[in-house]
């Protein structure tokens, strides 16, 4: 069996050592990461811009860096570092923070599972709610459980899972694992001026601009330089019984089916009426 192993927080992350230490007990592993931290990047590719890729030190089995984003890891180790090699499943994870609901949208952990899958290769998208000893064990043994019974043989083509562990401490264990529907709650989104403009890597930069081009009413600091704005909020809670972000709430795990396939069903029939 080949495992296909990749995440979001970048090749040093130790989330992603460990994930491919517990799948190579199981599988024959290869890994595939961002060479940088792609938190929140998506779906996103690289298709104006060249990639790049080495060799990973450091890990017990084959694994590389890509300097792009998950979905760029994916889409290069199966059709360039891989192309000769079927994978039987991809995981990526296992994420430090959970992508429920619709933070799976935004997820670079969800974003590369979505590209296995639109090559129809089975996906995995493993997310801790809070990074923990406890919570990344449970999730690691679910991956071990899922590998040694071969649960995903049976997933649809085209289909990913979305993985998620709520907080675990001794004294509040997780409970199990439901399958839930994917929440549609959306975030209090609001930006706060910053004291310092960072770039996604964390370097400071600044965008300078003259008399004319700050003209009519942008906003710039007294010395020219753009202010910097950062995004912040919280996902609002849903308390919808059976979606993933409810079942978080009461201790489980959440497992999340996705499908490529986003054709509004309802709408197709009703629109088709009107268009025949």
Known sequence: MNILVTNDDGIEAANLHALAKAAMECANVRVVAPKQEQSGVGHSFSFYRSLHYAPAENFPCEAFWVDGTPADCMKFALKHIYKDLNFDLVISGVNNGDNAGVASFY?????AAREAALWKVPAIAVSLQRQSDMALEYALKWVQETLRKGLFKDMPKQTLWNFNVPPCTKENPCKGVKVSTTSTSMFNDYYVEA???KNYLGKETAYLVNED??????PRAANGELKAYNLMGNKAPDLREGTD????SQG????????????????????????T
């Open 252 to 275: 489980y795990a959440s497992l999340s089916p996705q499908s490529i396939d986003l054709t509004d069903r309802v709408e197709y029939e009703r629109l088709s009426k009107n268009y």
């Open 107 to 111: 997820s670079g952990t969800v974003g």
């Open 245 to 248: 972000d409810w079942w978080l």
């Open 213 to 218: 081009s700050a003209a009519g009413g942008k």
């Open 195 to 197: 004291e310092s403009s």
